[in-house]
């Protein structure tokens, strides 16, 4: 059987940062918590996206040095592969 994984979009790890909506911060913090960097899925372009968004459009924005670090912090989760087949079925 293949283990169902979740796929971290840019905008549930953007709320992890952003303190404009304590609700959407803590929901995202537990998608991105519990249960272990296994069952998540992320891709490169997402952590690009994460870098820009949070030094560029985040109000008050991140010094590039945390952005760095949140980078750092999702860099463990296992990627999918740019091919077409699991850029069209990333959870699986």
């Not at 959407?24 to 069952?39: L, P, Q, S």
């Not at 109000?59 to 990627?79: I, N, S, W």
């Amino acid at each position: 059987m293949t283990a169902i994984r979740t796929f971290l979009d840019t905008n549930v790890l953007v709320y992890a940062f952003d303190p404009a909506d304590p609700r959407k911060r803590a929901i995202a913090h537990a998608i991105t918590a519990g249960g272990g960097e296994e069952r998540l899925i992320i891709s490169t372009q997402v952590l690009v996206e994460l870098y820009s968004v949070l030094t560029r459009k985040l109000k008050p924005g991140l010094p590039a040095e945390e952005a760095e670090g949140a980078v750092a912090d999702f860099a463990g989760v296992p990627r999918c592969p740019p091919t077409p087949p699991s850029c069209a079925r990333p959870w699986r």
